[in-house]
Each structure stands twice: as structure tokens, then as C-alpha cells.
């Protein structure tokens, strides 16, 4: 069994550590301080040692923090107010700054400063904005440009804007009616434009497709008179060819020909003389 002055001895060292040791978690940094004077504050995850009676330590948040205010209202270039509910993620960068800026590392004063510097930017961002651009643009773009423009900004508050985004924009009722008028009468504009440019590009194919049909049909007819006028002349050719080696022949055929054309019809009448050379092959029928 250990004696009294073992435990006694046990009891103080716990004692001394507890008050001569801090520990550092994975998401936290912190400030040692001699006599309320910042000492060091680049600490890493651990335990550290400090004096007890000279030295006491704080921790404060390694990770992301929010600033999530109640919507405010802006105006736009044209003077007309829109209502903007947005949020920032910051962190703390620079914890020795930080904890002298904020009184002792207050949170909610931070925020607070850091919303005045941000609602200065905003109001600066919308003023150059109409409300058009504000409500129908890209909303993105207009943040993305202002954490551009208030990157450097919270540094004198040893912080580090991570990100600001918009969670939604909203139009006061007397505001809403009016530019959802201008909305509607540009986008009325912009169709009326789409349908004469159709239009036009619909006539303009139109006229160019009668005039390729009247081209494609003129050729064709050229072509079919061309063909027809060949074939004629080789008919010609060789109907002179198989007649002329046989006159008496070709005598009785055109004459066949002739007496189907003339009887062809039911009430046809001729008023011709039976000697007539017509009747040649019907008196005749060798033809002399």
C-alpha cells in the first residue's frame, strides 16, 4: 500500500499538470499569454506546457464559421430595393489578431464587423446592377466578383473569407409587378424578333426551292425534248430504212393508216370519189 505522503505527492503532481499543462485538439489553435500579454500563438495539436501564475492559454476554432444575418435590403443601380438573405463561410487565420480585434475572441463581434464590411461591398455590387440584371442574370457572377472584391478586406480582423454565396433574392411587393412587366414585354420583343427572323428565313427558302423546281423542270423538258426529237429522227431513219427496200409496201401501210384514223369514229362520214387514190387498195387490193 503506498503511505499518505505517496498519495499526497501523486495528488500535487495531478495538481501541478492541471494547471501547468493545456491540450490542443485537431480542430482548434490557441494563444498562451504572460501576464494578458499575447506570449506565442502558433501551436500545434498536442499538449503544451505553461507556467502556472505567469501563464494562461485560450483556444479558439480552427474550422469553418458561419455568418448567417437576417435578409437585408439593397438598392440597385436604377434606386429600387431588392432584398438579399445570403451567408458567408469564414476561419479564422491569424488567431493573435483575431483575439485583439475582437475583444478577448468573441465570435458574434466578429460577425458583426465582418457584416459591416460585407454589407459596405454589397451595396456597392448591387449599386452598379439593375434590377434586371439582378433578379435574371447570373447570380453566381455577382458573388463570385464580390469575394473578389472583399477578399481583402477582413484580413485586418485576422480572418479568411472562404466563400459568400446568396441563398435567395427577392423583389419588394411595389418592386415585383413593375419588372415583371419589363421582363415580360423583353421577352414578347425577343419572340416577336425570333418569329420575322423565321419568317424570313422560311421565305427566303421557299423562293429559293421554286426557283431550283422551275430550274430541275425546265432541264427535265429540255432533256425529254431532246430524247423524244432523237428517238423521232432514229424512228424516221428507220422506218425510211425498212420502207425504202420495199415502195409498194410502204404505199399499202401509210394507206392502212390512213383508213384506221378516217373510220376510227362511229358516225364518220367522207365525202370522197370512189375513183379517188384513196380507195386505191379497196378497189384494187394489189394496187394497180
Given at each position: 500500500?503506498?503511505?499518505?505522503?505517496?498519495?499526497?505527492?501523486?495528488?500535487?503532481?495531478?495538481?501541478?499538470?492541471?494547471?501547468?499543462?493545456?491540450?490542443?485538439?485537431?480542430?482548434?489553435?490557441?494563444?498562451?499569454?504572460?501576464?494578458?500579454?499575447?506570449?506565442?500563438?502558433?501551436?500545434?495539436?498536442?499538449?503544451?506546457?505553461?507556467?502556472?501564475?505567469?501563464?494562461?492559454?485560450?483556444?479558439?476554432?480552427?474550422?469553418?464559421?458561419?455568418?448567417?444575418?437576417?435578409?437585408?435590403?439593397?438598392?440597385?443601380?436604377?434606386?429600387?430595393?431588392?432584398?438579399?438573405?445570403?451567408?458567408?463561410?469564414?476561419?479564422?487565420s491569424d488567431v493573435g489578431k483575431f483575439y485583439t480585434i475582437s475583444l478577448g475572441g468573441d465570435v458574434q463581434y466578429a460577425n458583426g464587423l465582418l457584416e459591416?464590411?460585407?454589407?459596405?461591398?454589397?451595396?456597392?455590387?448591387?449599386?452598379?446592377?439593375?434590377?434586371?440584371?439582378?433578379?435574371?442574370?447570373?447570380?453566381?457572377?455577382?458573388?463570385?466578383?464580390?469575394?473578389?472584391?472583399?477578399?481583402?478586406?477582413?484580413?485586418?480582423?485576422?480572418?479568411?473569407?472562404?466563400?459568400?454565396?446568396?441563398?435567395?433574392?427577392?423583389?419588394?411587393?411595389?418592386?415585383?409587378?413593375?419588372?415583371?412587366?419589363?421582363?415580360?414585354a423583353e421577352r414578347l420583343r425577343v419572340a416577336k424578333d425570333f418569329r420575322a427572323r423565321g419568317a424570313e428565313a422560311a421565305e427566303r427558302i421557299s423562293a429559293?426551292?421554286?426557283?431550283?423546281?422551275?430550274?430541275?423542270?425546265?432541264?427535265?423538258?429540255?432533256?425529254?425534248?431532246?430524247?423524244?426529237?432523237?428517238?423521232d429522227a432514229q424512228a424516221t431513219e428507220t422506218y425510211a430504212a425498212a420502207f425504202g427496200k420495199d415502195k409498194e409496201f410502204y404505199a399499202f401501210y401509210r394507206?392502212?393508216?390512213?383508213?384506221?384514223?378516217?373510220?376510227?369514229?362511229?358516225?364518220?362520214?367522207?365525202?370522197?370519189?370512189?375513183?379517188?387514190?384513196?380507195?386505191?387498195?379497196?378497189?384494187?387490193?394489189?394496187?394497180?
Open positions: 500500500m503506498m503511505g499518505p505522503k505517496i498519495i499526497i505527492a501523486v495528488i500535487l503532481l495531478a495538481l501541478i499538470a492541471s494547471v501547468s499543462l493545456f491540450k490542443v485538439q485537431q480542430w482548434e489553435q490557441a494563444i498562451v499569454f504572460k501576464f494578458r500579454e499575447i506570449e506565442r500563438s502558433d501551436y500545434k495539436p498536442g499538449l503544451h506546457f505553461k507556467i502556472p501564475g505567469v501563464n494562461t492559454s485560450q483556444t479558439f476554432e480552427k474550422r469553418l464559421l458561419n455568418l448567417d444575418q437576417e435578409p437585408q435590403r439593397f438598392l440597385t443601380k436604377e434606386k429600387k430595393d431588392v432584398i438579399v438573405d445570403y451567408y458567408v463561410k469564414w476561419r479564422i459591416q464590411r460585407i454589407t459596405r461591398a454589397l451595396r456597392d455590387e448591387f449599386g452598379k446592377k439593375t434590377v434586371q440584371e439582378v433578379v435574371a442574370g447570373d447570380r453566381g457572377e455577382i458573388f463570385d466578383a464580390l469575394a473578389a472584391t472583399i477578399a481583402q478586406l477582413p484580413q485586418e480582423l485576422g480572418i479568411l473569407v472562404v466563400d459568400i454565396r446568396t441563398k435567395r433574392i427577392d423583389l419588394p411587393a411595389e418592386v415585383s409587378h413593375s419588372v415583371y412587366e419589363r421582363m415580360r429559293t426551292a421554286d426557283r431550283e423546281r422551275e430550274v430541275i423542270l425546265a432541264n427535265a423538258y429540255r432533256d425529254a425534248e431532246i430524247t423524244r426529237g432523237e428517238g394507206s392502212l393508216t390512213a383508213y384506221q384514223k378516217s373510220f376510227g369514229g362511229q358516225n364518220d362520214i367522207l365525202l370522197i370519189s370512189p375513183e379517188s387514190d384513196f380507195f386505191k387498195y379497196f378497189n384494187h387490193p394489189l394496187g394497180r
